[in-house]
Structures are given as structure tokens and as C-alpha cells.
């Protein structure tokens, strides 16, 4: 059963601390999707890759996020530094170009 | 203006009611619907997808598109107590970009 994995499942970390997110998409798709969640926002698009190539992300903060795909198969978010208007579920999903994308089950971030 | 708008709720119904959760959106470029579900601390999972207007039947969910008024609508019929989630429509281009919506709420009682 193929399935978009993310770790860590949960983290709790202090103000200041660098955070960084992992994803394995599933294997073949080709278009990564990092999306925040929250109960003011919804969800919210960050970045996106297709090709390993990065097309979009206009909606992450440029001075503490940063989004990456070293390879085909792990892309990551990483915060640094990480605040508390940070705290979210962060959610990475995968695709084939132009069809749907499946998301994992996210990560659980608090910033105390 | 947010590029997909919903009605977050929370909506409650009945168990058997018929259920009609909507969006709209703004950018006639999107091609591509969607409806997800998501169950409470769960990810989102993909319900419905359509890129026509019309309606598009699958069991007891009917997602219906109207391309003229930027509309989206997804109905529920004979709603049941499992159905209890929050729905996101979600609209897609051709380059990709998929957006939701806020996310409708619903509880159905049994």
C-alpha cells in the first residue's frame, strides 16, 4: 500500500531551535507539495517541486523556511529559527503532474 | 480575496439528511475540482476529482461543477455518522498549483 511518509509524526521544541521535516513521496510521483495547516488559515500552500525542481514557493517565509529535495525520493522543510506562530501541522503530499496528489498524515509542530 | 472561499461551519445534521457543502473560486484558469476529507488528526484523502462542469456521481457523494459561476458543490445523500469530518474543495491548474479551500466542518448525529 503506497503511502507519502513523513517524519517526525510530533515535535516539541523551543523558541530558537531549528526544525527540520522529512518526506518520502511515493515512489513514481514526480510533484511534491508542502502545505501548513491551521485553524485560522486552513491549509496553506508553501512550496511545491516537480522534478526535484522547486516551481513555487511563494507562500513560505523566505527568512526562516526553507524547502528542498535532495533527491527523488526525500524532500524537506526545514525552520530555522523556529517561533511560536510556527506551531501548525505541516503536511507533505505527492502526485503525478496534473493528476491528484495524496497527502501523508503530517507532522505536529509546537514551538514553546 | 482569498482564491477559494468556503463556508468553514460547523455544519450538524441528522443521520439520512442530505448534505450540500460549496465553494466558490476566483481564477477561471482553474481546470481541475476537488473534494477531500479529513478526519480528525488524519491527512487529507481525496473523495471526489472532476475537471468538467456537471455533476459526478460516486455512491452517496455527487460533486457537481459550474464553471460559469465558479461554483462547487458536494452532496451527501443519506448521510451517516462515519461521514463526520472536515471537507476541503480544492482547485486546480495546469501548472500544477492545487489551492483549498478553508474546510467545512460537519458532524452528522446519530
Known amino acids: 500500500d503506497a503511502r507519502v511518509t513523513q517524519t517526525p509524526r510530533h515535535k516539541v521544541t523551543e523558541m530558537g531551535q531549528e526544525v527540520t521535516m522529512r518526506c518520502q513521496p511515493i515512489?513514481?510521483?514526480?510533484?511534491v507539495f508542502w502545505y501548513r495547516q491551521t485553524m485560522m488559515q486552513g491549509l496553506e500552500l508553501l512550496a511545491y517541486?516537480?522534478?526535484?525542481?522547486?516551481?513555487?514557493d511563494s507562500g513560505m517565509p523566505k527568512d526562516r523556511f526553507s524547502a528542498e529535495m535532495p533527491d527523488a525520493t526525500l524532500a524537506t522543510l526545514k525552520i530555522q529559527p523556529s517561533e511560536p506562530r510556527d506551531s501548525a501541522v505541516y503536511f507533505c503530499?505527492?502526485?503525478?503532474?496534473?493528476?491528484?496528489?495524496?497527502f501523508g498524515e503530517g507532522s505536529w509542530l509546537t514551538v514553546v | 480575496q482569498k482564491e477559494v472561499e468556503q463556508d468553514p461551519g460547523p455544519l450538524s445534521v441528522p443521520e439520512g439528511a442530505i448534505v450540500s457543502l460549496n465553494c466558490t473560486y476566483s481564477?477561471?484558469?482553474?481546470?481541475?475540482f476537488m473534494w477531500y476529507r479529513q478526519y480528525s488528526r488524519k491527512g487529507p484523502e481525496l473523495l471526489m476529482y472532476?475537471?468538467?462542469?456537471g455533476n459526478k456521481e460516486d455512491g452517496r457523494f455527487t460533486a457537481q461543477v459550474d464553471k460559469s459561476s465558479k461554483y462547487i458543490s458536494l452532496f451527501i445523500r443519506d448521510s451517516q455518522p462515519s461521514d463526520s469530518a472536515t471537507y476541503l474543495c480544492?482547485?486546480?491548474?495546469?501548472?500544477?498549483?492545487?489551492?483549498f479551500g478553508q474546510g467545512t466542518e460537519l458532524s452528522v448525529k446519530p
Open positions: 480544492a482547485v486546480h491548474n495546469q501548472g500544477g498549483k492545487l489551492i
Open positions: 472532476t475537471y468538467s462542469s
Open positions: 517541486f516537480r522534478n526535484r525542481a522547486p516551481l513555487d
Open positions: 503530499a505527492s502526485g503525478v503532474s496534473g493528476n491528484t496528489i495524496y
Open positions: 515512489l513514481g510521483h514526480n510533484t
Open positions: 481564477n477561471s484558469a482553474f481546470q481541475y
